[in-house]
């Protein structure tokens, strides 16, 4: 009795079903499943012998697709080639030159004399070897300069930075649309222009203190305003897709002579060439453009090409049939759009800023990506060649890196602000001898080398109130800055008269 266990169980028991009453019956039930067990095995094993065959039959049909697929991709990007070579070194004909200044006069561009190549794209008659001899000149007189180049006597001394001030405050935009975007000085006339927001150009005489003339057409926000100070001529580029030359007259008014509406988004920067007879344009369609200024012609157009290529992510069975997904993957710096601009100042280098934080560096002569700068955070809002050639400043949501353009690296970088204030804005001035930085406030740095330091010299407040300054520029001699924020009004900082008088003596 005592290995004894007591079972408890229920006390409804359900009855054995017929077949499960006897050994015989529970036999044959055992059979019966044995059986449908190894049918359904069978039945399995002859599906993954199918599917086996179908993905061997797919993967080589895949196989066959990507050699052909590669082979058309080499000979479309020979024909692409072989036609960019030939737009580049095709003449444009005297009758179409003609009728393309023509339909450029008046500030209106006629869309019945465009000549309109495959595909639905614009002809552009190229940079042609007379252009490029002329800019290689170019290139070699300011080059034998700058190895003679002095700091000039009457730049402004670092001790008269550090007393820098508010002079005057100018509201020169609208009200109802404040914001200044950009700012450009013509420093033989002491001239400032200011692009704003409420899509108006506006040209200030500083020594008097009036306004010379303000130009209306824009659509939408100036985004970019640029001198050409040997032929008067004023340039404006806007979010409108459109860019604007203005041809100065003698009476001080400014008219348009040309509209350009080769870009089809908005036209992010505008930089003139160091012999004042071109310009580049460059826009938020991934492309930039290589004008010429007398004309209004653009020469080439020119965008950096990339090729998507295929990956099989995924082999299935579905309802008996094998199904492959395919996906297309791309570059995806194939739609970084340019969102700066600016010539070296010997002409045959191009710099660019992308809305993919990567600057690009182009020669003039070939159009060809030489190099790319990494390594910033949000898109590169401004860029800027120093005057001694070796230094270049670049502004963007992490703040300001310095390169070394011999050597083609990063050698010096300002975190000045927070991770919600971007930097809007970097200028060297003429000399090359000092850098004002553009954010929350506008900082002044005295350029060192590539190991020596760079230190700040004067910390000038927003005093817009908007905690937002979007431009700076350096006057004549570093003797002022020229600020534009997001309220309507042009700042001019330097030396109150007195300081000034000091300095000198």
């Not at 970088?413 to 971007?422: A, C, I, R």
């Amino acid at each position: 009795m005592d290995d004894i266990v007591p079972v408890k169980t229920g006390k409804i028991v359900k009855p054995r079903s017929l077949t499960a009453a006897s050994i015989p019956g529970m036999l044959g039930m055992f059979q019966n499943e044995w059986d449908a067990l190894m049918l359904s095995n069978f039945a399995l094993e002859q599906q993954l012998h199918t599917a086996r065959q179908e993905l061997s039959h797919a993967l080589y049909q895949h196989d066959a697709a990507c050699r052909v697929i590669a082979r058309l991709k080499k000979e479309r990007d020979e024909a692409r080639s072989l036609l960019a070579q030939a737009e580049r070194q095709a003449p444009l004909p005297a009758s179409a030159a003609t009728a393309n200044v023509s339909a450029l006069s008046n500030g209106k561009r006629a869309a019945e004399s465009e000549d309109m190549g495959p595909g639905g794209k614009r002809m552009r008659p190229g940079v042609s070897d007379s252009i490029i001899a002329e800019l290689t000149e170019c290139n070699a007189a300011l080059s034998q300069q700058r190895k003679k180049r002095q700091i000039p006597p009457t730049l402004a001394p670092i001790d008269a930075l550090e007393r820098y001030t508010q002079l005057s405050s100018h509201p020169l935009h609208k009200t109802n649309k404040p914001g200044i975007t950009s700012i450009d000085i013509n420093l033989s006339k002491d001239i400032v222009a200011t692009g704003g927001v409420d899509s108006s150009a506006v040209l200030f005489d500083r020594t008097s203190g009036e306004i010379l003339s303000t130009l209306n057409g824009h659509s939408k926000k100036v985004t970019s305003v640029k001198f050409v100070a040997q032929n008067d001529v004023f340039l404006s580029g806007s979010a409108d897709k459109t860019v604007r030359i203005w041809q100065g007259s003698e009476d001080g008014k400014y008219d348009c002579r040309h509209i350009l509406k080769d870009h089809t988004a908005e036209v992010q920067a505008v930089t003139v060439h160091a012999t004042s007879n071109y310009f580049v344009t460059a826009s938020l369609d991934t492309t930039w453009c290589f004008y010429d200024l007398s004309s209004g012609l653009c020469l080439t157009q020119v965008q950096l090409l990339y090729f998507s290529f295929s990956l099989i992510c995924k082999v299935f069975h579905y309802n008996g049939h094998l199904a492959i997904i395919v996906c297309e993957v791309e570059d995806p710096s194939n739609s970084m759009g340019y969102t700066s601009a600016a010539f070296h100042p010997d002409g045959l280098i191009l710099g660019t800023g992308t809305t993919g934080a990567t600057v690009r560096i182009w020669d003039v002569k070939s159009r060809g990506n030489v190099a790319n700068f990494d390594g910033h955070t949000g898109a590169v809002t401004a860029i800027s060649f120093s005057e001694n050639g070796y230094f270049l400043a670049t502004a963007a949501h992490d703040g300001v890196k310095l390169w070394d353009l011999r050597k083609l690296k990063n050698f010096r970088s300002f975190e000045l602000y927070d991770q919600d204030t971007p930097t809007n804005s970097v200028d060297f001035d003429h000399s090359g001898s000092y850098l004002a930085i553009a954010g929350s406030d506008i900082r002044v740095y005295q350029v060192g080398s590539v190991k020596a330091e760079w230190n700040c010299i004067k910390t000038l407040p927003d005093l817009s109130g908007t905690g937002k300054a979007t431009c700076v520029k350096f006057g004549t001699d570093a003797k002022y800055l020229a600020v534009g924020s997001m309220d309507r009004n042009l700042r001019i900082f330097g030396l109150p008269e007195g300081d000034d008088a000091s300095t000198e003596s």
